[in-house]
């Protein structure tokens, strides 16, 4: 599914990684036109740009994404040239980039090799990453420029959650553990979880009724649910647990993905295998008024999001000049705060920020986020679907006490479909994304990431939904609903094309790097005439490579 926000638009992409290739099918996906100058392989997400072998320099273009930084010195002119440098990184694919970022997590065993994570997590995250910062120039017209984006800076900023995790200490219970079919992801990260979930499952362990406790007892507790869990079926379980409000997920496999009902309903795969965007975004009606973007340091921001992605995602604009105003519950501060009531990580992802305390539930308060609204130009939330609505904030109410107003929704699993009330952390939708089930330890025994790679991800996705939405705006002057699911945004790291590959052991995750098949590769010839393979056409192996070097 094609949008057309940038139809009309011309990029030349010259690169041989998939980040960057990535970056350029993200924008032909809202109606650019992509011509790529192709090397001896072309990558999966190839298929629908025009491929050539020699560049054009003459010709006009509007977008120049390279990671050959030969080029950072040519004119393109009228063009927003983006460069992507790769620094330190020889080859660019993706098991080099989580070994040099530090991405990978260590076996249980020392002599065992380390553990990536499964799908293309580190490409994707820097695709996006350019993506946005393609978007941003656009919108601010700055034609005949060129940007430059840091790989290191952006992967190495992702293990802010794994510092945290490590500076809070670990969450108990969040773990996987054995069902009579496969794993089950089971978390229940609050005191109140905790002691429902205890009593549910009669685990025979002691009380534990603080985290610190919980922790002193991880080994017990970890034992009695895996005894717990193991002759029952995961999906019941999963959807018993998702009904008391646990974020429960069933580890699927790529397959059971494909089968999902929640992406059925959502029309996320497409045919061929194709999945489109990881959003969707719906116009409303015109305002009376034109709206003229200027500048981001005009933009004016309502956030009401926490912990990771919804931060992250406000945080971007932030960066850029934008006014944001994060709106917190007296009752309810961002979980990301921790104990001491502010931690690194919750600085780092809300600096720039203005703060307010808002009671939503309180008229008064209430009133008082609808006049900011009125002032400004988005709302960003990150609640589950019904909890807008509970406040009476639906997107009628915002419209109408502002017509032009951008309201994004950054949900666990979307705003429709039979799961849409679903809780879920990043751990949630890594075992139901087919993540986890890439993710695998020296047995083949699925594992969860060293950090929630998908939170950082959705953010970063959201933050370009938006800045395409605005792009959109300027013409229609209409208002916009962006509904991001972090669900698909997981499927979209874990969309790895092995369908042909049932029944063989080739997800491999340990310290290998991913090569293709020569014979699966299309022929130069079938080059010449723009054709590249799509998802699901060819095969994928590992092969060891990096297998004595481990993280720092």
Known sequence: ????????????????????????????????????????????????????????????????????????????????TVCIDFQAFQTGDERELQVKAGWLKDSEQESSPSIAIGGFPASILVAAHIAFVTVCQLLEGRRNSTVVVHVASILTSALHGRLFTMEEQEIVPMMLVPADDGQLFIGAPSDEQWAFLASWAELDVPSCPTQSERRLQKSAINKALSNWGASQLRHELMMLGQTFRLPFASVQSHQEVLKCPQHKSRDFIQQQRIIRSPWIMSKGLAANQSFS????????????????????????????????VKIEAPHRPDGIRGKSGSTPFFEELNRNKQSVVLDLNVEEDKEILLKLVEESHIVVNNFSPRVMGNFGLTDDVLQRHNASIIHAALSAFGQTGPYRDYVGY?????????????????????????????DMLAGVIGALS???????????????????????????????PYEQTAGETVMTADDHIIEETSNMWHTEEEIRKGRAPYFGEHTAYYKTNYANEKRD
């Open 1 to 80: 599914m094609t949008q057309q926000t940038l139809k009309g638009f011309r990029i030349l992409e010259i690169s041989t990684t998939l980040a960057t290739s990535f970056a350029a099918d993200l924008l032909r996906q809202q109606g650019a036109y992509v011509e790529k100058v192709s090397s001896k392989q072309t990558f999966f997400c190839d298929a629908q740009k025009e491929l050539t072998s020699s560049i054009a320099t003459t010709r006009q273009w509007d977008i120049v994404l390279t990671d050959d930084l030969q080029w950072k010195s040519v004119s393109f002119p009228q063009a927003v």
């Open 293 to 324: 973007f200027t500048s981001f340091k005009e933009l004016r921001i309502v956030d009401l999001t926490a912990m990771w992605a919804g931060p992250y995602c406000t945080r971007l604009f932030a960066d850029l000049g934008a006014t944001v």
């Open 426 to 454: 990043g751990s949630t939708l890594e075992s139901m994304g087919g993540i986890v089930a890439q993710t695998v330890d020296h047995t083949g025994a699925p594992t969860l990431p060293l950090f929630s790679i998908s």
């Open 466 to 496: 938006i800045t395409l939405a605005l792009y959109e705006q300027t013409t229609t002057n209409a208002a916009y609903n962006i509904d991001v699911s972090q669900y698909e945004v997981a499927t979209l790291v874990a969309w790895v």
